[in-house]
């Protein structure tokens, strides 16, 4: 009966929820701008994070290595595009 | 008939007119071949709904090839503008439009497809396999790419060609400075074709990190196939950033969003911003597999192994990530400030040095070898030389501070030009060359290929090079025309009569075509220059299966260690084959996809939604339908084996 029961998954159904549900707080709840983008980013991350492992199954294969490179690459190159593009549009104009 | 206006031209001229009579008539011509001869069905089965990598190769190729040639004719009547000042060949509309045209098609609709296209051919048989990961998505694809481009390619005769240049900045490209429905047109059809190039880097990742031979390692690949490995994982994380920007793009022309307006907190220059950041790295998906190219040919044609295989395969890795951080390095005037500018510079110039280490690598393998000199190898040789020259002024270029004196000069396009050209086309054509017999099962005339060559290298100098020169002296880009006193005038004539040059050089590609076609030699052998790897150890032609058995690998010129070492390429027995079944669907869907664009474009939102049902009806047909390809029996295996082996 153990090995039937999804725990994993459902726990992190349940997590997800969570998550879902603390970013939708800044939106009811009356809070400063830098605190609302600070939860939306961690729980945004965390999300996508908890997606990736738990429900697309990243690293339950062989390949496991070469999946991760490539999301490692691309959380890179998403980094290097936001806070570039920061620099040359904001912060040094 | 207020509807029918919508499609009228806005800015219309004789040779459009002509133009339109033109297309009828080939359409009709072709309707009617096909007819006359019976071909429809032969179409339809062999073409339309094939789902082999080799053929949909080969219609990537001829697309990219058609492409070129009217990519070549824009090129000319812009040269033909300019040769001389004042003149009044065309008003500055029509420069607008032919200069945006020129760039949009050579490169995303000649450039792109024509490295696509080796990929689709070259790659699964370099590695062993029977055909790419996902046959079904790579016919997909294709087929839109290619409905992608004909809807950007009508667009001068249905409602008015884009005219805001190709990188199509705003808030030049918004509805205020852009009324006509061209640049609704350059969203769209960008945005099609580029779903289509998105897959393709997902499916050839797939088959060559999963579908390798037994015994190639990933430090045992070919090298054409490393530069497609690094090629597709570029794609994979650039072109979503395309797709994302057009779809802005489109909604701020159509939807009244305010993404890259000048009021309500739109922001003109993020358009600038975004479109570099999958624009500079979309300039390496253009040259890695060129690259990648000259490596296989260089190190046929010299016999040897190719010099420093790991820092080759390094350097890409290393470009790969580089390409991602130099993109600012576009727009270093756009009025931010110094420290931004200086971390591009920096980054722009890093990206020079593994550049620089691939030249060095082909150098020294030329330097032990035993040079032959065949067309393709022709091509490379002189590459070598004229890709560095571009490649020095992109280091010029690459200088934020002195950039302010070279952007938006001809300078800048006499730059792109030289890499594109040398780096890409030559390659191309090297290409072409090379892969011509494993392609066609006949090689192309040699004499002609190599006069081919030279014509086409000497006009590039003599159309670039006084570029070079105008640009430094302040001629502008995209300016239709010049007054006397500039003094600009001879030097535009010189690069004129380079252009026509390059124009016969093309002329003299087809020629060679129709020539070997009807006289060159069919018994060739399916190793006609004695090659290093896999794509020459199968048949000419090639067989639906690709290998009767899986080959065995143990390094990177698996077909040279059995030529010379007597390594066992071929173990085992034949074994029933599973191959994929052809399909209409992505025709038909792709085909969809065209009257979802035009819709689009117009604004028609009755047939869009049409469309868009139909769209996902194919894709709920696909996740229905019951599909497990078929089975090549062991008899008849043998039986085309000893038909190909015969021949
Ligand atoms: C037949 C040889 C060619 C000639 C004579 C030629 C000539 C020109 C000219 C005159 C311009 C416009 C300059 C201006 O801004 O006023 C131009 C722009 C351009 N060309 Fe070419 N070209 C050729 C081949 C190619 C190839 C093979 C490619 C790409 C693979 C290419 C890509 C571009 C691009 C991207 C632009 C910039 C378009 C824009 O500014 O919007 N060209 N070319
Ligand atoms: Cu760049």
Not at chain 2, 122 to 147: E, H, K, T, Y
Not at chain 2, 402 to 420: G, R, S
Request: overall charge neutral; some cysteine; hydrophobic content about 55%.
């Amino acid at each position: 009966m153990r090995e039937l029961f999804p725990a994993k998954q459902v726990m992190g159904f349940v997590f997800s929820l969570v998550l879902t549900a603390v970013a939708l707080l800044v939106y009811f709840l009356d809070m400063s701008f830098t605190t609302g983008m600070t939860i939306l980013l961690i729980t945004a991350f965390v999300q996508a994070g908890l997606q990736l492992v738990v429900f697309m199954h990243a690293g339950e294969t062989k390949d496991k290595g070469a999946i991760y490179t490539n999301i490692y690459y691309g959380l890179i190159i998403a980094l290097v595009t936001i806070f570039g593009t920061l620099l040359t549009m904001v912060w040094d104009m | 008939m207020d509807f029918f206006d919508r499609f009228a031209i806005p800015h219309a001229s004789p040779a459009i007119y002509a133009s339109m009579v033109a297309i009828v008539l080939t359409s009709v011509a072709i309707v009617a071949g096909l007819t006359y001869f019976k071909k429809w069905g032969y179409l339809w089965r062999e073409w339309l709904t094939t789902v082999d990598h080799k053929r949909i190769g080969i219609m990537y190729l001829l697309s990219a090839l058609l492409m070129l040639f009217r990519g070549g004719v824009d090129a000319i009547m812009m040269r033909a503008q300019l040769a001389a000042p004042e003149s009044k060949l065309l008003d500055a509309q029509h420069y607008n439009e032919i200069f945006t045209t020129h760039g949009v098609v050579m490169i995303l609709f000649m450039a792109m497809p024509f490295i696509i296209g080796f990929m689709n051919f070259v790659v699964p048989l370099q590695i062993g396999a029977r055909d790419v990961a996902f046959p079904r998505l790579n016919a997909i694809s294709f087929w839109l790419f290619f409905m992608g481009a004909m809807l950007f390619n009508i667009s001068f005769v249905v409602g008015g060609s884009p005219d805001a240049g190709w990188t199509s900045y705003f808030p030049l490209a918004g509805n205020e400075f852009s009324e006509s429905v061209g640049t609704n047109y350059y969203m769209i059809a960008i945005q099609i074709a580029g779903i289509g190039t998105l897959m393709t880097g997902i499916n050839f990742m797939t088959t060559i990190l999963k579908m390798r031979a037994p015994g190639m390692t990933l430090m045992k690949m070919p090298m054409f196939t490393w530069s497609s490995l690094i090629t597709n994982a570029i794609i994979v994380f650039a072109f979503p950033v395309l797709t994302v920007l057009l779809a802005m793009g489109t909604m701020d022309r159509l939807f009244g969003t305010q993404f890259f307006t000048t009021e309500n907190g739109g922001m003109d220059m993020l358009w600038a911003n975004f479109f570099w950041v999958w624009g500079h790295p979309e300039v390496y998906i253009l040259i890695l597999p060129a690259f990648g190219i000259y490596s296989q040919v260089i190190s046929t044609f010299a016999r040897r192994n190719l010099y420093g295989y790991k820092s080759m395969v390094w350097s890409m890795v290393i470009i790969s990530l580089l390409s991602f951080l130099v993109w600012v390095h576009h727009f270093f005037t756009m009025g931010q400030g110094a420290l931004a500018n200086s971390i591009f510079s920096i980054t722009t110039m890093a990206i020079a040095v593994p550049t620089g280490v691939k030249i060095f690598n082909w150098l020294l393998t030329l330097w032990k070898g035993k040079i032959v000199i065949t067309t393709p190898m022709l091509y490379s040789m002189l590459f070598i030389p004229l890709f560095t020259i571009g490649g020095v002024t992109g280091v010029m270029l690459g200088m934020s501070a002195a950039d302010y004196q070279y952007h938006n000069t001809m300078f800048l396009v006499a730059h792109f030009h030289m890499v594109i050209i040398p780096g890409v086309v030559f390659a191309m054509l090297a290409g072409l060359t090379f892969y011509w017999p494993k392609m066609f099962g006949f090689m192309l005339n040699e004499r002609i290929g190599k006069l081919t060559a030279w014509i086409i290298a000497i006009s590039t100098l003599v159309a670039f090079m006084p570029m070079f020169f105008t640009g430094l002296d302040g001629q502008a880009r995209r300016m239709y025309t010049y007054s006397e006193a500039t003094g600009f005038g001879p030097l535009n004539m010189i690069s004129f009569v380079g252009a026509l040059g390059l124009a016969a050089g093309f002329v003299l590609l087809v020629y060679n075509v129709y020539y070997s076609t009807r006289y060159a030699s069919r018994d060739i052998s399916a190793d006609p220059w004695d090659a290093r790897t896999l794509e020459w150890a199968t048949h000419t032609p090639v067989p639906s299966y690709n290998f009767a058995v899986e080959p065995q690998v143990s390094s990177e010129e698996p077909l040279w260690d059995a030529k010379k070492n007597g390594h066992e390429l071929f173990k085992g027995e034949y074994k029933e084959i599973h191959m994929p079944n052809n399909s209409g669907v992505p025709f038909i869907m792709s085909s969809i996809f065209f009257v979802w664009g035009f819709s689009f474009v117009f604004s028609l939102w009755i047939p869009l939604i049409l469309a868009t049902i139909g769209i996902f009806a194919c894709m709920t047909h696909r996740s229905f339908e019951k599909d497990h390809g078929h089975h090549i029996s062991v008899k008849e295996i043998e039986e085309t084996e000893e038909k190909l082996r015969g021949a």
